[in-house]
């Protein structure tokens, strides 16, 4: 598949450093956690959670989003996807617990809205910084209850997304979803562990991609050798027991850093 | 059991250079899951490397384009995941390398042999990464040095990819056997090219790589096919080799097994699934051996 050539049709300030393009097709099939390749052209090319079906919410990072905020209205990037395997959406009457941290809230959002739609009662546990810098905070509680936790406390509880965790009664979901970034992840990883509940979580995991499409094994992690843009970059709990998160991740020539 | 250069296969499908090839862990899966006889490293070369700005790799209607540009940790950090393959996949495993010179080459593979892979794949065929590859592949003279100069220092079997990007492969095909290769490999990708008709950007980062996929079969195919007429040694057949019925064709030009690259791409069990249709064709046609069907072909006059 070639890249299609997308247009931004509207674009949204969520926080100082993040925003949200709208463009003008829709990915009908799209499931929430699947990604796309956003290829801001001349750049790079680069992963993206879908936040909607024709949305992508990015952080400003580097060279490639650093351009892609340079960009206007009626401006255009190519884009592939969607890729990937999404959360799985639970059954109605299930409870669903999301757990969102930082840019992490974009696959997160429509997934909240999915499973709010089949009559999953929805908590969600939100995290970011500071209150400036929560996403998609109104998304999240028109699907359910929502808990906030800021690093200076500006809003919610002062502290991570665990120390909000630690004060839930987590047996009584039926799945949970994660997304944010790895430090985050590795951590809330050892808490659902910890708390017997990993057999009902599902991760949402980012390595660096360079095909994007399951053949080149940039993207494949430790010990299972999954790769995380095919056989992802939605894993269950189980399926990362003893794997390398939190631990080390591989650059663009596959060497292994230190999280 | 498949003998090939010397090392024992459990069937003729190997997984290719590049693929799936970055880290130990992921060849063992190869192997385990996807059932190959053999797997090849990514192309591991003297110092780190990120490759090209992304798109690096694009899905055509015809096959696939890429230009990775050799993204690699360099030997020393290759070194470990080598080990992990060597330990763990229970198949023989070769180490792809590169260098853009004879002592480059020679650097690598002596980086790499305490890790003690089952072979060497020279890479004097990539396409698209400036001073390496196919530059140094097109060159005779070059690439019998180059074979040469590996095979002075390592006592495994030494296979030498071949780029088909030149006039007459069989000349560099003949320069790696008087350079004392084992075997040859044919093909490394075709150059090509996509554009973005909207924008007018070339779509690939770097603006042209290779292709591979079913695409390249039929001139993989020829490419076999001449080498087995003007070589001793073994050809491995590899270029859009997809199911068996590929293999089998493949085999029937004179390739003595097949490499599958692009086609993990539909199913990570595709060695399996030809392997398992190679036996199956076998004795549906009363061949004893696989060896009467390679270069069958060429009997056909
Ligand atoms: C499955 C997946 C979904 C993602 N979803 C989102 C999202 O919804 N919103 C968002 O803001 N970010 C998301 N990211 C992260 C995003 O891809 C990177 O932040 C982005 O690529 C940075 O590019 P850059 O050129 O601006 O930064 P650079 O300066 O090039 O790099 C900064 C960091 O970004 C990461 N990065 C760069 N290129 C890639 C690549 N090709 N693949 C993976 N990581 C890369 C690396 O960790 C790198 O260290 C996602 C990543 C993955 C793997
Ligand atoms: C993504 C990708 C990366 C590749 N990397 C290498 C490499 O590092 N070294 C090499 O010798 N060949 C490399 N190749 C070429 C393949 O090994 C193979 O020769 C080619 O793709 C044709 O086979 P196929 O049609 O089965 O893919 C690469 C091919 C692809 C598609
Ligand atoms: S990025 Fe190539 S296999 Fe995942």
């Avoid at chain 1, 024709?54 to 255009?76: C, M, P, R, Y």
């Avoid at chain 1, 992690?221 to 591989?250: M, N, T, W």
């Avoid at chain 2, 790499?112 to 140094?136: I, M, Q, R, T, W």
Wanted: charged residues 20%; negative net charge; aromatic residues 8%.
């Amino acid at each position: 598949m070639l890249p299609l050539n997308a247009t931004i049709v509207q674009i949204n300030e969520e926080s100082p450093a993040v925003r949200t393009f709208f463009f003008d097709f829709q990915f009908e099939t799209m499931k929430p956690g699947q990604f796309v390749m956003v290829w801001v052209r001349g750049v790079d090319e680069v992963p993206m959670g879908l936040s909607s079906k024709n949305s992508i919410t990015v952080q400003k990072v580097g060279e490639a989003t650093s351009k892609l905020f340079e960009l206007k209205e009626g401006d255009s990037f190519g884009l592939r996807g969607p890729f990937g395997n999404g959360f799985s959406l639970p059954s109605e009457g299930e409870k669903t617990l999301v757990i969102a941290g930082g840019v992490g809230a974009a696959p997160l959002a429509p997934y909240a809205e999915a499973a709010r739609s089949v009559g999953s009662e929805v908590h969600t546990v939100l995290g970011a910084r500071s209150a400036g810098d929560l996403l998609f905070e109104k998304r999240f509680a028109e699907a359910g209850e929502v808990y906030i936790s800021t690093d200076d406390g500006s809003k919610g509880t002062k502290g991570f997304v665990t120390d909000v965790l630690n004060s839930l009664n987590l047996s009584v979901y039926d799945r949970i979803a994660v997304c944010g970034p790895e430090i985050m992840i590795s951590s809330v990883f050892r808490l659902l562990k910890e708390r017997q509940v990993l057999e009902k979580s599902e991760f949402s995991l980012q390595r660096y991609f360079k095909c994007g499409i399951g053949v080149c094994g940039a993207c494949c992690i430790d010990k299972s050798g999954l790769r995380v843009c095919r056989d992802g970059p939605v894993f269950s709990g189980v399926q990362l027991l003893d794997s390398e998160l939190g631990k080390y991740a591989r650059d663009a020539s596959g060497r292994r850093v230190k999280i | 059991m498949y003998t090939l250069t010397g090392l024992k296969l459990k069937n003729p499908t190997i997984l290719a250079a590049g693929i799936l090839g970055t880290t130990g862990a992921s060849l063992c899966r190869v192997a385990h899951e996807g059932g190959a006889g053999a797997v090849v490293t990514k192309s591991i070369g003297p110092i780190p490397k990120t490759g090209h700005p992304n798109p690096s790799m694009v899905k055509l209607d015809c096959g696939f384009l890429n230009a990775m540009g050799l993204p690699n940790p360099s030997y020393p950090s290759f070194f470990q995941e080598l080990e992990i393959a060597k330990k763990d996949s229970g198949v023989p495993v070769i180490a792809s390398i590169f260098g853009g010179s004879p002592a480059e080459f020679k650097e690598v593979a002596k980086g790499l042999l305490p890790a003690k892979p089952d072979a060497f794949e020279l890479n004097v065929s990539c396409p698209h990464a400036e001073g390496y590859g196919a530059a140094v592949g097109s060159n005779p003279c070059l690439v019998e040095a180059i074979t040469a100069a590996v095979k002075d220092i390592v006592s495994v079997p030494v296979w030498v990819k071949l780029t088909p990007n030149v006039s007459d492969i069989t000349c560099i095909g003949n320069a790696a056997e008087a350079g004392g290769a084992d075997a040859v490999v044919a093909i490394n990708t075709l150059k090509g090219m996509a554009i973005d008709i909207e924008s007018g950007y070339p779509v690939l980062g770097n603006r042209s790589g290779g292709l591979s996929g079913k695409a390249v079969k039929p001139v993989a195919v020829k490419c076999v096919y001449d080498l087995y007429t003007a070589l001793e040694i073994p050809v491995i057949g590899v270029g859009g080799v997809s199911s068996w019925q590929d293999a089998i064709e493949m085999m029937m030009a004179g390739a003595a097994v097949v490499q599958v690259g692009s086609a993990v791409y539909d199913r990570l069990d595709v060695f399996s699934e030809i392997s398992t249709g190679i036996e199956a064709f076998l004795q549906r046609k009363g061949y004893s051996d696989v060896k009467e069907l390679i270069g069958l072909a060429h009997e056909m006059v």
